[in-house]
């Protein structure tokens, strides 16, 4: 039978720990290899990135022009016809509403529904949506499926 003690993790090789202040003759004696003096040599000692000693950091020298509009993109929330098919019956309608009802989180459908064509939907629903793309509107229309841009 094995004991708990006797059980080994060998799925990450273990690292040796630095032995350091144990003599002249093992190479990380006395400094123990931080050189002398200064901030670096001295216990509970953390580099601060970016500080230069009193010289300007460099990403302050860096220009900081330009503007990004990423900060204020609203992406839509996306579900493929094939989900639709799994989780609405003939005659429901889809939208953002209805999915709020089936479980889905109203915070990530507060910003619009966009409806994309991975997946088949044979099911005769009425889908209402805010962006739909150029497959999912050719695979509604081959199905004879109601759509509304909202």
Do not use: W
Request: with cysteine; aromatic share 6%.
């Amino acid at each position: 039978m094995v004991a708990l003690n006797l059980l080994k993790d060998s799925s990450r090789v273990s690292k040796k720990s630095k032995r350091v202040g144990r003599g002249p003759g093992s190479n990380k004696g006395k400094t123990c290899g931080r050189g002398t003096k200064g901030d670096k040599a001295r216990s509970g000692y953390k580099r601060r990135h970016g500080q230069e000693g009193g010289q300007l950091p460099l990403f302050k020298k860096l220009p900081h022009r330009g503007f990004s509009n990423a900060r204020f993109r609203v992406v839509p929330f996306s579900i493929n016809l094939g989900l639709i098919n799994e989780l609405f019956e003939d005659g429901e309608k889809v939208n953002a509403e209805t999915l709020i009802a089936k479980g889905f989180p109203k915070t990530k459908l507060g910003t619009g529904l966009k409806i994309l064509a991975v997946g088949e939907l044979t099911k005769k629903v009425v889908v209402e949506a805010s962006s739909i793309s150029k497959n999912a509107i050719k695979k509604l229309e081959a199905n004879k499926i109601e759509f509304k841009l909202v």
